[in-house]
């Protein structure tokens, strides 16, 4: 079995900032991309980053600028730094990881529970 755990959403004012954590574990053989996906109630799923095993980044543009995403492949780990937060980053923010299992002859994708993010004065 593969695990995905997200933490670290709060509330927080706008203008501040926020680091989300996500750890992949269980039978892993190798994981490739990682990343953050976020959702509002009635709405779809959206990509916010995304992060190869080397290290490539991609962003929505509606995080550029404020958001950096990074990972720790040790720790088959990925973080999400939320910096100028502003009140429309509302949602529930969701890891995805692209892994290989032992078990399995192909990669899929898991995902985390969900964290939830307010950002309200």
């Known amino acids: 079995q593969v695990q995905v755990v997200e933490s670290g959403g709060g509330l927080v004012q706008p203008g501040g900032s926020l680091r989300l954590s996500c750890a992949a574990s269980?039978?892993?053989?190798?994981?490739?991309?990682m990343g953050w996906y976020r959702q509002t109630p009635g709405k779809q799923r959206d990509m916010v980053a995304t992060?190869?095993?080397?290290?490539?980044?991609n962003y929505a543009d509606s995080v550029k600028g404020r958001f950096t995403i990074s990972r720790d492949n040790a720790k088959n780990t990925v973080y999400l730094q939320m910096n100028s937060l502003k009140p429309e980053d509302t949602a529930v923010y969701y890891c995805n990881a692209v892994v290989l299992p032992t078990y399995l002859p192909k990669a899929r994708g898991y995902w985390g529970q969900g964290t939830q993010v307010t950002v309200s004065s």
């Open positions: 992060i190869t095993s080397g290290g490539g980044s």
């Open positions: 269980g039978s892993i053989f190798t994981i490739n991309t």
